[in-house]
């Protein structure tokens, strides 16, 4: 865990279903109000903007982010997950100002801890522990990390999950989802159903801690046949004191990645190549990827040199079948075989029969395009390649036309999530790396 301790805002979470709906549907009020008074004021000058013009105001994209923060649970997880999954659907300055939320969250009042820790360990909970620190080191969506001793002498990561995140699940996300659409920030014509679904499950297996306690444990023993487990630290489940709102594990030692990169840029290379390599292990070896690309899932811990890897609420186990269809989707691609790579994307589930050719074609161009490292002979520069911008450009010329276009599985929107968020990195810290070594000895092994 990290040793530096920003500091955070605090508020009280609300946990009743009405009292988050309440929160919801001020939030749609006052955007409702702002864009009135805008538009009387440009109407007053002669002026005649669009509604969208009034609705995408750094004011209104501002208060929607803040006020999925301070709700955290579903509504901030489901921000979090449409920022980074919607794609050319959003506008971009909702994805932006919705990328908020994955580097900030609103921490607990003492008061509400306490309450929280009661109603887990009991009136006398802190007798479990020699000590225990009320400031957090890390918040997020659904839940913030506390620092503690055991009796034992072992330093200790708390995670406490927020009151009222697991019964307001299914509510938050119908309300929030109505909300973004009926300020105009999601197209009514989208069909992100799908995803919605998707994102209803992993949040209903994120919020049981017990149950990510146990895919903690099963990632350690995967980890054993990865070629570069030396270089990488995960941490022990402690069992006896969790339950299904508090995770308790081994506490370890490290800087923020983001952090690390920025200030050690020659580490990059390293760390993304151990990523990279880490990604074509966990889909062709082990068959469970952490899909979650967040940064803050890292930290670097510099005197043992290694990465520190944590939050496995977003491990997601796929099929051997699934798998070897998409390796070999992933195959044609690497090859350059447009042919084959149709072939290969409609068994998985890409098309519809009857789909638009011009949209069968864009999904073709943008799957070739971001296959581009894995056709590249030795390091791939993305600190220099334009590829996102050039997928962006490919994917704005999608139709809208519901009629047209078919949501892809959403076992491949989550492989993608967190492709697509490794590449982003990489960009974003210059790496030079090799992707087409490590892609070929992992689907080698798989073929094997």
């Known amino acids: 865990m990290s040793n530096d301790k920003p500091q955070r805002r605090s508020a009280a979470v609300p946990q009743g279903r009405f009292s988050r709906m309440v929160r919801l549907g001020g939030l749609a009020g006052r955007i409702a109000g702002n864009v009135l008074a805008d538009g009387s004021r440009h109407l007053a000058q002669g002026k005649r903007p669009a509604i969208n013009d009034l609705l ?163 990632y350690r023993n995967l980890l054993t046949g990865f070629a570069r487990r030396d270089e990488l630290a995960i941490p022990g489940f402690h069992q006896a004191l969790s339950t299904d709102r508090i995770l308790a594990m081994d506490y370890l030692d490290g800087e923020p990645l983001e952090q690390i990169l920025t200030v050690r840029p020659d580490l990059a290379n390293r760390v993304l190549s151990l990523l990279m390599e880490l990604f074509f292990a966990e889909l062709f070896q082990f068959h469970a990827v952490q899909t979650d690309p967040n940064p803050a899932n890292y930290l670097y811990n510099r005197a043992e040199d290694r990465l520190v890897l944590l939050d496995f609420g977003a491990v997601r186990h796929f099929s051997a079948d699934f798998v070897g269809r998409y390796g070999a989707a992933l195959n044609a691609a690497a090859d350059n075989d447009r042919q084959q790579l149709a072939h290969a994307l409609e068994v998985l589930g890409f098309f519809r029969s009857g789909a638009d050719v011009a949209n069968r074609d864009v999904v073709l161009d943008i799957f070739l395009m971001a296959a581009e490292p894995l056709r590249q002979s030795g390091p791939y520069d993305f600190g220099a390649s334009d590829l996102a911008r050039r997928i962006h450009s490919r994917g704005m010329s999608v139709s809208k036309d519901p009629e047209d276009w078919h949501t892809p599985p959403p076992d491949v929107l989550f492989l993608h999530r967190k492709m697509a968020g490794l590449y982003l990195m990489a960009a974003r810290f210059g790496a030079k790396i090799d992707v087409a070594t490590p892609f070929k000895m992992a689907l080698g092994a798989e073929v094997d």
């Open 56 to 218: 995408l105001t750094p004011r209104n994209l501002t208060q929607v982010a803040d006020k999925l923060a301070t709700m955290r649970g579903a509504a901030m997880k489901v921000g979090q997950l449409i920022s980074m999954d919607a794609g050319t659907v959003l506008p971009r300055e909702l994805s932006s100002i919705l990328d908020r939320l994955r580097q900030d969250a609103v921490i607990m009042p003492s008061a509400q801890l306490v309450s929280v820790l009661e109603s887990n360990w009991g009136e006398e909970w802190d007798r479990k522990l020699a000590r225990f620190s009320f400031e957090p080191v890390a918040a997020a969506s659904i839940g913030q990390v506390h620092e503690a001793l055991s009796h034992d002498g072992e330093r200790l990561a708390i995670k406490i999950q927020y009151p009222g995140v697991r019964e307001s699940i299914d509510s938050d996300i119908a309300n929030v989802c109505s909300l973004l659409r009926m300020a105009g920030l999601l197209p009514r014509s989208q069909d992100i159903e799908p995803l919605i679904d998707e994102a209803r499950y992993q949040l209903k297996q994120e919020a049981d801690y017990r149950h990510e306690g146990t895919q903690l444990e099963h």
